[in-house]
């Protein structure tokens, strides 16, 4: 990634007119302009990241409550293709959660897709986010290329910044290994109603998006036995604590413990 690579703050309308187009060049849609810009001027939060002149990032959070406390919700983060697996997401969660403090806010709360095996990576082995719970097709039918034809299931992260959450597991355990791959397929084992062990693994695929080309039956059967396994461990009181991730292997994997 290019050093000259800056990350700033975007909060006026011409500045968050240039998003648009980005988001558009990722996902086909755009969050409207008044939106964005009546989120920044009241608690939200939008970064930049330029390469020189030209926005080749952006993460975009508001203000939000649940009942209990007060945190930063991290909605958007996108990246430029070309500029994809450069570490270029890292820098601009961490300068979030920068910003994010000095305006107050402790917690930063987000979703991504549990069968991304990068953001899975990211969110949790280098952020020490932890996978709270799991929503069952959270948006809806997405039309966009990344979420076109696969029900929108969602895995909900909580990131305290200045506490790091994420252990250090290098080694899959096999007999606590829950869902596993047997010739690409997924294989469930027998959940009881009780889940005994302290910890436990789940595999994914480590490129869904090219499986779904490929076999787009086959990466439905990913979602819905994940799906079963996540719902299992998150009603049992299990966390998302880490993931384990190889790229020179064709899957990866959750670690799970209460």
Do not use: C
Not at 136 to 156: A, F, H, T, V
Not at 231 to 242: E, I, N, V, Y
């Amino acid at each position: 990634m290019n050093s000259e690579i800056r990350i700033q703050q975007l909060v006026e309308k011409h500045e968050l007119e240039r998003v648009i187009s980005l988001e558009k060049e990722i996902w086909g849609n755009a969050t409207p302009v008044h939106q964005t810009y009546t989120t920044v001027k009241n608690g939200g939060l939008m970064l930049g990241a330029f390469d020189k002149d030209i926005l080749v990032g952006f993460s975009y959070g508001f203000a939000a409550y649940d009942g209990k406390e007060v945190y930063l919700y991290s909605h958007m983060l996108g990246i430029t293709p070309s500029y994809q697996k450069m570490g270029l997401g890292m820098k601009l969660k961490l300068k979030q959660a920068e910003i994010a403090e000095q305006m107050g806010y402790t917690k930063m709360k987000w979703t991504f897709d549990p069968l991304q095996s990068l953001n899975a990576y990211l969110n949790l082995a280098k952020l020490g986010a932890v996978g709270m719970t799991y929503k069952e097709n959270y948006y809806g039918e997405m039309k966009d290329g990344l979420n076109q034809g696969m029900p929108s299931d969602r895995m909900i992260i909580e990131w305290d910044w200045n506490r790091w959450s994420s252990v250090d597991v290098r080694k899959v355990v096999d007999d606590q290994l829950l869902l596993r791959e047997v010739n690409g397929n997924p294989v469930m084992v027998d959940i009881d109603q009780l889940l005994h062990e302290e910890e436990y693994f789940v595999t994914i695929p480590n490129n869904i998006l090219e499986l779904k080309k490929e076999d787009l039956q086959k990466a439905l059967e990913w979602r819905m036995k994940t799906r079963e396994v996540f719902l299992s461990l998150f009603k049992q009181g299990f966390k998302a604590k880490h993931f384990i991730r190889d790229s020179n292997r064709p899957f990866g994997y959750f670690y799970f413990s209460k």
